[in-house]
């Protein structure tokens, strides 16, 4: 009799746990959002860089720093005048490199600048360029490129007789358009208040 008794307990139990396992089989499975870590963005404050001859000056975040660049892929700068601006925050750095016309041919420089974007056409979605015009007599394109890119942010400035400057914003992390979106809105801003407020000197 006890042993019956038994036998229809975990038979019960058998029941149950088979009739749970179906049901959650076939309840609606919702996947989670992937999540990101919340970043603290800094406020916007900007500084001056205007240095003794330089050819340019321009404003900056004060939470970056403006890095002297002396080597290009392991070879010498063409000239002293290329930098880096680093966002230690983000892990974000600006390359800026500067060409002189009188040294190289205009036509040239503007083929490189669209060659170098064009590069990233087999992950990029889109590419929109928008023309640059400022008050400052400072002149040229932006390029924004969507999609798992290594740079979103490009551009290059130029008066169109002496002065070629080009720029671009990397991350020192894996391409990611959804993990470093936030990050890019956050910094373009302060890209376009670089050129916005970008002025040509005299050397």
């Not at 170098?116 to 007599?137: F, M, Q, R, V």
């Not at 390029?143 to 080009?166: E, I, P, S, W, Y």
């Not at 956050?186 to 376009?192: H, M, P, Q, S, T």
Request: charged share 15%; net charge positive; aromatic share 16%.
């Amino acid at each position: 009799m006890l042993l019956n008794w038994v036998k229809n307990i975990v038979a019960c139990g058998v029941i149950l746990i088979i009739a749970g396992m179906m049901y959650a089989c076939n309840s609606a499975y919702t996947p989670k959002p992937t999540g990101y870590f919340n970043i603290a963005f800094p406020e916007k404050k900007y500084q001056v860089f205007s240095q003794p001859g330089y050819p340019y000056s321009f404003e900056y975040p004060v939470y970056a720093t403006v890095v002297k660049d002396s080597a290009f892929f392991g070879a010498a700068t063409e000239n002293p005048w290329w930098i880096n601006i680093d966002f230690p925050q983000f892990n974000g750095r600006i390359y800026v490199s500067y060409k002189d016309i009188g040294k190289n041919k205009f036509d040239t420089l503007i083929k490189h600048a669209f060659t170098l974007t064009g590069k990233h056409t087999s992950k990029a979605y889109s590419i929109e360029d928008s023309l640059i015009n400022t008050p400052n007599n400072v002149h040229g394109m932006f390029f924004l490129v969507g999609g798992d890119v290594a740079t979103a942010n490009q551009f290059f400035l130029t008066d169109t007789t002496k002065h070629f400057l080009r720029g671009a914003l990397y991350f020192d992390a894996t391409p990611n358009e959804d993990s470093l979106g936030i990050v890019n809105k956050f910094l373009i801003e302060d890209v376009r208040h670089l050129i916005n407020t970008f002025k040509w000197q005299k050397k």
